[in-house]
């Protein structure tokens, strides 16, 4: 895998006269995500780049099962999301029916006032069909 992470101590090489060597460094940074390919180029150049890149296998392994939780985690909550969302679509599907329904029956009660009556229901009764029914009766 080209993008492989790994995770890494970075010590900088001391000098030993005109050269670097690996027998002498100082920590310089703990515990960092590195990609795998650059830290074989940069260990490959050590002498050149003055820093050694040295892989922490145990650290690498535990990221990786981190960041599987993270994904199976990330997963799971997507999976709620949809279930949720379907759901929230299906209720205001049934919601809307009602509220159809109702409204037919609401105008239907007015139309049936209307033509029993002679008069348009006040307008602080239109969409009140328990009074409309009293007044029909």
């Given amino acids: 895998m080209s993008n492989e992470i790994v995770i ?3 010590y900088k090489l001391l000098r030993s006269g005109t050269t670097v060597t690996k027998e002498g460094k100082v920590l310089e940074r703990s515990n960092i995500a590195i990609p795998k390919n650059w830290v074989d180029e940069k260990n490959a ?3 050149n780049y003055g820093k050694w890149f040295e892989i922490l296998e145990d650290e690498t392994e535990a990221f990786y ?3 599987e939780i993270a994904r199976k985690a990330r997963q799971k909550a997507d999976e709620i ?3 949720l969302n379907d759901a929230l679509t299906q209720a205001v599907e049934v919601g809307s029916k009602i509220a159809e329904k109702e409204f037919s029956e ?3 009660l007015r139309n049936k006032y209307e ?3 002679g008069k348009k229901v006040p307008a602080r009764f239109r969409n009140d069909a328990e009074w409309i029914k009293s007044k029909l009766s």
């Fill in 45 to 47: 150049d050590y002498k």
């Fill in 65 to 67: 099962e981190k960041r």
């Fill in 81 to 83: 999301k949809s279930r």
């Fill in 106 to 108: 609401i105008e239907e």
């Fill in 115 to 117: 033509e029993e009556l």
């Fill in 8 to 10: 890494c101590n970075v």
